[in-house]
């Protein structure tokens, strides 16, 4: 089945610390996968994406994991900053049909940045 | 390059009546996704148009309904407006080429449904 929103989970750190935001994923047949940043009265934004043949790419200051055998993601930002006080959101991609882009969002983690 | 525009943000209108929202893709784009964000469903994806033709659609009534122009430019309509349709509606346009091309969101419609 599809993943629906249910109560939004939080995640509190201290600004300089390392955050890590985790994802569970529903189709095992996705083989696309994109982390979004929402920020308050905004629509989400792009921060990283892995293909499945992938278990890690980073980008700057942000670091995307992904273990397929327990269909698991995970986004780990360094040196957390105020201005990452967001929503984040996992995405799938499961190539519904050929180059459809139906994407499966995740739940949302809602990460408070402390100064 | 401008960004991905939607029209208007905000919308308040009564059960029953009917809704058109307007998405811009950014220039170039011919795959334009719409989606619709609740608190209690998060986000979930409606339909999605390339090159004027649905190309995928998730699990929403007939009420909603969408359209692309030429230009690329994307309409979705909601029919009969219920109570539960308040929501913020994402449109996300990209490439449309291959399935892992990045989708880039607008700022989204807000609706209320009074």
């Known amino acids: 089945g599809e993943s629906v929103g249910l109560h939004l989970p939080t995640l509190s750190v201290q600004e300089g610390d390392n955050s890590i935001i985790n994802c569970a994923y529903s189709n095992s047949a996705s083989d696309y996968f994109i982390w979004y940043k929402q920020e308050s009265g905004k629509g989400p934004q792009f921060i990283i994406d892995i293909r499945s043949n992938m278990d890690k790419r980073q980008g700057q200051r942000v670091t995307v994991l992904l273990n397929k055998t327990v269909k698991h993601l995970s986004l780990q930002i360094a040196a957390t900053q105020p201005g990452d006080s967001a929503v984040y959101f996992c995405a799938e991609n499961g190539k519904y049909g050929g180059a459809t882009n139906k994407l499966i969002f995740g739940t949302g983690t809602l990460l408070a940045v402390q100064p | 390059k401008a960004g991905v525009t939607q029209t208007p943000r905000y919308l308040i209108k009564t059960r029953g009546q009917q809704v058109t929202l307007s998405c811009s893709p950014i220039s170039g784009h011919r795959s334009v996704s719409w989606y619709q964000q609740t608190p209690g469903q998060g986000l979930q994806f409606l339909f999605e148009?390339?090159?004027?033709?649905?190309?995928n659609k998730g699990n929403f009534p007939g009420r909603f309904s969408g359209r692309q122009f030429s230009n690329s430019r994307s309409e979705m309509n909601v029919s009969t407006l219920e109570l539960g349709d308040s929501a913020l509606y994402l449109c996300?346009?990209?490439?449309?080429?291959?399935?892992?091309?990045?989708?880039?969101f607008g700022p989204g419609t807000r609706l209320t449904v009074l």
């Open positions: 148009y390339f090159s004027e033709t649905q190309r």
């Open positions: 996300a346009s990209s490439s449309g080429t291959v399935y892992t091309d990045t989708q880039y």
